[in-house]
Structures are given as structure tokens and as C-alpha cells.
């Protein structure tokens, strides 16, 4: 089970962290990521982070957003900066293993069908 929390409303410019807690799962060969999602829009990779502490980001949040992991605490972290209206969305924590260990991160990130678990979801809205 997956349980993202931390979503909210702020002003361009600003700062949220999002935070993602698994729980069932083990912490050795996993991968997480965070998508994001708009209404009428497909799902968007946004950071992936494997059990080894290697990241990936999507071009458009690096540099801005970075992602992190507490092993002891089964959470990944979405730590966002310079938020901008366009990362107004939708914001989902996934998780795999079978596809974590035949793919990078950078592919993973390309496909949501290649996530196995995902959680519900929490708001972002950048004004």
C-alpha cells in the first residue's frame, strides 16, 4: 500500500514536499517514483528513485524538484522548489520491482504502465 500526503495550494514561487509512505513492501529492489497527472491530460513521470539511492527526473522539474528516500521509514520524499502553475496536477506515488530490475530509471519514468502499485493520489496547485 502506497499513502502520498504533503499535496496543497501555493503560490508560484514556492515550496512543498510531498511524502509517500509504503507500507508492506520490502526495501531491496525497489524502485519509486512520483507521477503527476491533469485532467484530460496522459500521466507524466516526474522523479524515480531506486533502492540503491539513484534518481532520475523528467526534464521538466530538474533542477527544481528532488526526490529522496528514508529505507528505515519505508517514505519517499518529493521535495518541490520554484513551483510553477504548470505543476499544477495531480501528484501519484508508484512503486515495482519486476520492471525495477530490467529497466533504468530514466525508461521507467517513460511508462506508467511499467509501475505495478500506485497510491491515490494528492493535489498540487501552484497559483
Known amino acids: 500500500q502506497l499513502m502520498e500526503s504533503g499535496g496543497g495550494s501555493v503560490q508560484a514561487g514556492g515550496s512543498l514536499r510531498l511524502s509517500c509512505k509504503a507500507s508492506g513492501f520490502p526495501s531491496s529492489n525497489i524502485c519509486m517514483a512520483w507521477f503527476r497527472q491533469v485532467p484530460g491530460q496522459e500521466r507524466e513521470g516526474v522523479a524515480a528513485?531506486?533502492?540503491?539511492?539513484?534518481?532520475d527526473y523528467s526534464d521538466s522539474v530538474k533542477g527544481r524538484f528532488t526526490i529522496s528516500g528514508d529505507n528505515a521509514q519505508n517514505t519517499v520524499y518529493l521535495n518541490m522548489d520554484s513551483l510553477k502553475p504548470e505543476d499544477t496536477a495531480m501528484y501519484y506515488c508508484?512503486?515495482?520491482?519486476?520492471?525495477?530490475?530490467?529497466?533504468?530509471?530514466?525508461?521507467?519514468?517513460?511508462?506508467?504502465?511499467?509501475?505495478?502499485?500506485w497510491g491515490r493520489g494528492t493535489q498540487v496547485t501552484v497559483s
Open positions: 528513485i531506486d533502492s540503491v539511492g539513484s534518481t
Open positions: 508508484a512503486a515495482d520491482f519486476a520492471y525495477c530490475a530490467l529497466y533504468d530509471l530514466h525508461s521507467l519514468l517513460e511508462r506508467d504502465d511499467r509501475w505495478s502499485y
